[in-house]
């Protein structure tokens, strides 16, 4: 597997939950790097990203102010931390990198699996 979720769960509306998403191969350490999350009967949508240097953040509406994507390049690591969740906010919540910071918020390069976030109202 070389992107692996993780960090799901179930919380409360108005609780928080941070995702990580560790990349197994040094090539993605200088990648933009994502979030994207699948509603139940719904198409995929972009959460939020990052790029390589960390420097440049980009959010969904649905989420500004609420989640913070942040990278840890030591670890190969990317972080969704997320708050003030809402039953909206359930989804399978996946991870995502790309050379580009523009292509990934459309069309990211590689996906890792998901990791199912569920908030009880």
């Known amino acids: 597997v070389q992107l692996q979720a993780s960090g799901g769960g179930l919380v409360q509306a108005g609780g928080s939950l941070r995702l990580s998403c560790a990349a197994s191969?040094?090539?993605?350490?200088?990648?933009?790097k994502g979030w994207f999350r699948q509603a139940p009967g719904k198409e995929r949508e972009f959460v939020a990203a990052v790029s390589g240097s960390g420097r440049q953040t980009y959010y969904a509406d649905s989420v500004k102010g609420r989640f913070a994507i942040s990278r840890d390049n030591a670890k190969n690591t990317v972080f969704l931390q997320m708050g003030s969740l809402k039953p909206e906010d359930t989804a399978v919540y996946y991870c995502a990198v790309d050379p580009s910071i523009i292509q990934i918020t459309k069309s990211p390069r590689l996906w890792g699996q998901g990791t199912l976030v569920t908030v009880s109202s």
């Open positions: 191969s040094r090539t993605f350490n200088s990648y933009s």
